[in-house]
C-alpha cells in the first residue's frame, strides 16, 4: 500500500527557512527516487527535486538549486527538503512521491498516481 506523509511546512518570513519530511512506507520508498513537487494556488503542480535511491544524484527545479537541498534517510524511509532563503513565490503545497514506476519522467507529475495530503508551506514578505 502507498503511504506518503508530508510534515514541516508553515508560515514563515521571506528569508527563513523550513525542513520539509516525507514519511514513506517501506514499499513505496526502498529501492525508488523520491521526488518533491508543489502546487502553488492557481498554478499546475511543478518539480522541485528528486534524490536516487543512494542519494547520490540529485536533481533541482529551475532556479532551486542554491536555496533548496534535498536527502534521504533509508534507515527511517524519509525523505527531506531544506529550504533556505525562502521567498513569497515559494508559497504552494508541497508534495513528496516515489518513482516506483522507474519512469524516465519522474520530474513530470502526470507519472504518480498517487498523492499524499501534502504540506502547506506560506511565505510573507
Do not use: H
Request: hydrophobic share 30%; glycine share 12%.
Amino acid at each position: 500500500q502507498v503511504q506518503l506523509v508530508e510534515s514541516g511546512g508553515g508560515l514563515v518570513q521571506a528569508g527563513g527557512s523550513l525542513r520539509l519530511s516525507c514519511a514513506a512506507s517501506e514499499g513505496t520508498f526502498s529501492g525508488y527516487t523520491m521526488v518533491w513537487f508543489r502546487q502553488a494556488p492557481g498554478k499546475e503542480r511543478e518539480f522541485v527535486a528528486s534524490i536516487s535511491w543512494r542519494g547520490g544524484i540529485t536533481y533541482y527545479g529551475d532556479s532551486l538549486k542554491d536555496r533548496f537541498a534535498i536527502s534521504r534517510d533509508n534507515t527511517k524511509n524519509t525523505v527531506y527538503l531544506q529550504m533556505n532563503s525562502l521567498k513569497p513565490e515559494d508559497t504552494a503545497v508541497y508534495y513528496c512521491n516515489a518513482n516506483r514506476r522507474k519512469s524516465d519522467s519522474w520530474m513530470i507529475p502526470g507519472e504518480y498516481d498517487y498523492w499524499g495530503q501534502g504540506t502547506q508551506v506560506t511565505v510573507s514578505s
